[in-house]
Structures are given as C-alpha cells and as structure tokens.
C-alpha cells in the first residue's frame, strides 16, 4: 500500500476553486483524487449519469435471465443451451466494455490539442 504524506498548498481564485469543485462534481471523485490523476496526465471523465446506471443494471438483469433460462433448458434437455450461453456472455462482455469505456480517464494531451483549449 502506498503511503501519501507529502502535501502542499496551491492558491487558487475564486473562479478557479468553482472551476475546479465543478470538473470535481462531475467526475465523481474526491479533489484529492482527481488531482492526482491530473497530476499523472490524465483527465477523469464525468460520473456516468443515473441513467446510464439503470440501464446498465437492467442489461445485467437480462443477462441473468437469459443465464437462468440457459440453466432451465439444458436441465430439460429440450434444446441445446449452447446459444443461449453465447448470447449471455456476448452481452457482458458488451456491458464490460461499455462500463470500461465510459470510466476510462482522458489523456490530458488530447484536452490540451483541442480547439476549446488551443487558446
């Protein structure tokens, strides 16, 4: 475990503070912690939005159903469950994938090349 115990203070302007409490809240994170990653090059992207959330959830709901019912009809032998088991790893792998891609950090560089912040 690593062990912080360096601190400084930074002095910041009004606007800068609401600034930075801004980019905070959307993220999600502690200040501490966002300045770190900024600190190692990296941008946080915004919290996804509670939307995002439910329906993430209910996508893990219906991958759990269709593992159930995978269950249910191998056990009875009716049909072979192989392309129910491929769907339902299809689909959390698509839920991984997009959970990675939305909290995935912004390279700090490709902030800075943009036309916002090219001034």
């Given amino acids: 475990m690593r062990k912080r115990n360096k601190q400084f ?3 910041l302007s009004d606007s800068e503070w609401n600034h ?9 994170q502690s200040r ?5 990653m900024c600190i190692n090059g990296l941008v946080p992207r915004p919290a996804p939005s509670v ?5 993430t959830q209910v996508l ?8 159930g019912i995978a269950g249910a009809v191998y056990k009875q032998n009716k049909m072979d469950d192989s392309v129910y088991m491929e769907n339902y790893k299809a689909l959390q792998k698509q839920i991984n994938e997009i959970m990675l891609l939305i909290r995935q950090p912004i390279n700090m560089e490709e ?3 943009s036309q916002k912040y090219g001034q």
């Fill in 9 to 11: 203070v930074i002095r």
């Fill in 20 to 28: 930075l409490n801004e980019l905070v809240k959307y993220s999600g």
């Fill in 32 to 36: 501490e912690s966002y300045l770190r």
């Fill in 51 to 55: 939307e995002l959330v439910e329906v």
């Fill in 60 to 67: 893990r709901q219906i991958a759990e159903s269709i593992n």
């Fill in 111 to 113: 902030v800075w090349q």
